[in-house]
């Protein structure tokens, strides 16, 4: 059960602060130059880690197993993570903000699993949703 429950409060955990990091980034800063110095943590911190967690400690064979989602990824973080900052800076409240976008990806999600990736949904879940 941990081995399912881990992952998940890394989540939590890490979007809580997330938002509350992304609500109280400066007024005045640009936020493209506010996301880059993140960029520049975030970077030396996977690095660090990558170091840390890996068996081969060999990073550029590592690069060479990347594919499209990768670099995909890499622009859609950016959007996210400009998106929370203007969603902040435009007024939403922390406690509504991140509620109204995960609600709205939680549905899109959905009709995607189900419709694209033909994935089951159960009446439980349906009832869940509701």
């Not at 998940?8 to 602060?17: D, G, K, M, P, R």
């Not at 081969?56 to 064979?61: M, P, Q, R, V």
């Not at 609600?103 to 949703?129: N, P, R």
Request: contains cysteine; hydrophobic residues 55%.
């Amino acid at each position: 059960m941990l081995n399912l429950l881990w992952p998940i409060i890394i989540v939590v955990a890490a979007n809580t602060l997330y938002n509350i990091c992304a609500k109280f980034t400066p007024g005045e800063i640009q936020p493209m130059a506010s996301l880059a110095i993140s960029y520049f943590i975030a970077g030396l911190v996977s690095i660090i880690l990558f170091f840390i967690t890996s068996d081969s400690k060999n990073l550029a064979a590592e690069l060479h197993k990347t594919n499209w989602a990768t670099l995909a990824l890499g622009i859609a973080i950016v959007g996210l993570e400009f998106g929370y900052i203007c969603v902040y800076r435009v007024g939403w409240n922390i406690s509504t903000g991140s509620l109204v976008a995960n609600i709205s990806l939680a549905c899109i999600l959905l009709f995607l699993g189900v419709f694209v990736y033909k994935e089951s949904i159960s009446l439980q879940q349906i009832l869940g949703i509701a």
